[in-house]
């Protein structure tokens, strides 16, 4: 059960704000923005590369998403939790266009990505 409150949860899942995704290597954190979809404390992710290979080795990840305002941070969200890469393409294809659909872009755009699913395990928010 996570600790994502109802406020936070309707950013998560409303506001295209970027998320820096935290996988591990070789013991070591490897952290990239990428764009996501929230729902149901479940996170979705369409990436590539080397983010794949690590949560395929390590499937342990984090989340750190926040909204700011001209510099000034209005909220935070950071979310713990285990991802696994999905390999069928139709549930890759759908999320895709979803997350695409979020931030604005084609929903073809992106088509050499792959799943990740996070199934979220904790949570902190706070508002400044």
Do not use: C
């Not at 995704?21 to 013991?27: I, K, L, R, Y």
């Not at 404390?41 to 690590?54: A, F, H, P, Q």
């Not at 996070?118 to 949570?123: C, H, K, L, P």
Request: no cysteine; proline share 5%.
């Amino acid at each position: 059960m996570t600790t994502v409150p109802p406020e936070a949860e309707r950013l998560l899942e409303n506001e295209p704000v970027m998320a820096h995704f935290a996988t591990s290597v070789d013991g070591r954190p490897h952290v990239a923005p990428v764009w996501f979809r929230y729902e149901d404390d479940l996170v979705e992710i369409v990436t590539t590369g080397r983010k794949l290979e690590n949560v395929r080795e390590n499937p342990k990840v984090a989340l750190s998403i926040q909204n700011d305002d001209d510099g000034d941070t209005q909220w935070m969200v950071t979310l713990l939790g285990t991802a696994s890469v999905i390999e069928d393409e139709a549930e890759t294809e759908a999320a895709r266009r979803r997350i695409n659909e979020k931030y604005g872009a084609p929903t073809d755009a992106y088509e050499e990505n792959r799943l990740v699913r996070v199934d979220v395990g904790t949570a902190s928010y706070r508002t400044y």
